[in-house]
């Protein structure tokens, strides 16, 4: 029963975000924008993701989060991954993605990019 539970819990959210991903607001952070394909309201829809454990905007946050690594590591400058996920300006995306990821885009890149050859 309580994997069931969880399970159901997990398919919503998973549900959420695959919505949330598509939506053109998704950036804004603004559950209105795609939820209503749920057939409820935003009110309990945020209310399940509370009740899992999430909170919209903290799923958006991941969201982007992912996204923005996953297009940084493709090679795209820091500026044109913040313009792709709808941050006015580089200082912007780059505090977002220090407070996601605990590091700045560069910093980031850099890491995942391991030691310099002959070092």
Same mark, same amino acid.
């Given at each position: 029963?309580? /994997?069931?539970?969880?399970? #159901? /819990?997990?398919?919503?959210v998973?549900?959420v975000?695959?919505?949330?991903? &598509?939506?053109? %607001?998704?950036?804004?952070? &603004?559950? &209105?924008?795609? =939820?209503? !394909?749920? @057939? ?8 399940? =993701?509370? &009740?899992?454990?999430?909170?919209? *905007?903290?799923?958006? %946050? ?7 690594q !996953?297009?940084l590591?493709? @090679?795209?400058?820091i500026?044109?991954? @913040? +313009? ?7 200082? +912007?995306?780059?505090?977002?993605? /220090? ?9 980031w890149?850099? *890491?995942? #990019?391991?030691?310099? *050859? @002959?070092?």
């Amino acid at each position: 029963m309580d /994997k069931a539970l969880a399970e #159901a /819990k997990d398919d919503f959210v998973a549900t959420v975000k695959a919505i949330a991903i &598509n939506s053109p %607001d998704c950036h804004r952070r &603004n559950p &209105n924008g795609g =939820l209503q !394909a749920l @057939g409820i309201s935003v009110y309990a829809v945020t209310t399940r =993701l509370r &009740n899992s454990g999430v909170t919209f *905007e903290g799923l958006v %946050d991941d969201l982007k989060r992912d996204l923005a690594q !996953a297009i940084l590591a493709k @090679g795209p400058t820091i500026s044109d991954t @913040g +313009a792709a996920l709808g941050f006015m300006d580089q200082s +912007a995306f780059t505090r977002a993605f /220090k407070r996601w990821s605990g590091r700045t885009p560069a910093r980031w890149r850099a *890491e995942r #990019a391991g030691p310099a *050859e @002959g070092s």
